[in-house]
């Protein structure tokens, strides 16, 4: 009898099954995002490349022509080259830093908004479970709604 009972209650159990990783790479707003977060990237990598150039044209002035400087020119070129090498090395990592950290929040954003998503359309399609497919052995392809979120966070992309 107890089997029997625990039957009729599965029989209400509706499950679903999302790839999040696929969401963040197929939907609108993931790959606007990716976008513009690569654009600052680019940003990024223009201004240290240029003042990158100019710490190395510091550097190659100093060794071509340093034997010909006076002592007082040289001392003052082989210290601006050490500060603009300090702050080159400073800059590069307050890039990495600023990076990493808008890619964090950048990710959490997204995962936010698919997750409330997700909620929305269980509360609406009477889901019981939906699981995220990287925390499952197997499943029937057919519980797979991962398309079905992704047109429904690509409807909400203005």
Known sequence: ????????????????????SKILSDSKAAKNAKIAFNKEVETKQTTYAAKQKEVQTMQEELSSKGKDMAPAVYTEKTSKYSTASKELTRLKSEIETELKAKDTELSRKLLSEISAIVTDFRKKENYTFIFEKNYIAAYDSAVDITDKIIALYDATVK
């Open 1 to 20: 009898m107890v089997l029997f009972v625990g039957s009729v209650y599965a029989a209400d159990v509706k499950i679903g099954v999302i790839d999040t």
